[in-house]
């Protein structure tokens, strides 16, 4: 599986981005998917987490009530819309593609697949 993160780029803070992840799997739908975040000198962190039909979402505790993970399993790809932005929230972002079940989705190790990064940077 191929993913393919984008959406990225420079806001000021208060403002809104939505990062696209297109997935080359025509089984996109048998992958639960997640974002995470790495920041400059931190560890990749978790962010956003959806089950395969879009039923369930979970969120780390710095972004819930901020962003809001989608998926559009007809088009291939995971959504993240993130909201009131802080600078904070600057990193490189990340999906990630899980086999299997939802347990373990907020650890990197559990995911199968990553996408290249995009980087969202919040100015203030």
């Known amino acids: 599986v191929q993913l393919q993160a984008s959406g990225g780029g420079l806001v000021q803070a208060g403002g809104s981005l939505r990062l696209s992840c297109a997935a080359s799997?025509?089984?996109?739908?048998?992958?639960?998917m997640g974002w995470f975040r790495q920041a400059p000198g931190k560890e990749r962190a978790f962010v956003a987490h959806?089950?395969?039909?879009?039923?369930?979402?979970y969120y780390g505790p710095s972004v819930k009530g901020r962003f809001a993970i989608s998926r559009d399993n007809a088009k291939n790809t995971v959504y993240l819309r993130m909201n009131s932005l802080k600078p904070e929230d600057t990193a490189v972002y990340y999906c990630?593609?899980?086999?299997?079940?939802?347990?373990?989705?907020?650890?990197?190790?559990?995911?199968?697949?990553w996408g290249q990064g995009t980087l969202v940077t919040v100015s203030s």
């Open positions: 799997a025509r089984t996109f739908s048998n992958y639960h």
């Open positions: 990630a593609a899980k086999n299997g079940g939802s347990v373990g989705y907020t650890l990197t190790t559990t995911y199968d697949y």
């Open positions: 959806i089950t395969r039909s879009g039923t369930y979402t």
